[in-house]
């Protein structure tokens, strides 16, 4: 179901894949980045935390990956203010 009546599924991690949970891709996927930008708006520190967070994570979670590329997929989208 599109439009207005549509139910909204947010675009959150699914663990220990750290892939979204709606749309399957990568997370944070585009949406999921929109949203947060959306939700702390006027909060950048509290997103990072919340962001940092999901990082400890997903190192957790996904042990064989690259930290780098997990930094950078996780954290270092947000854009500089």
């Known amino acids: 179901m599109y439009g207005p009546h549509a139910r909204f599924r947010p675009h959150t991690p699914a663990r220990p894949s750290f ?6 891709a990568p997370w944070p996927c585009q ?3 929109l ?7 006027d909060n950048r520190i509290g997103l990072l935390v919340y ?4 990082l400890q994570h997903a190192l957790q979670d996904l042990p064989g990956s690259d930290p780098r590329e997990l930094s950078a997929r996780i954290v270092y989208w947000l854009p500089r203010s």
Do not use: K
């Open 19 to 24: 892939r979204c949970r709606t749309c399957g």
């Open 31 to 33: 949406p999921a980045r």
């Open 51 to 54: 962001l940092a967070s999901q």
């Open 35 to 41: 949203g947060l930008l959306r939700a702390y708006r």
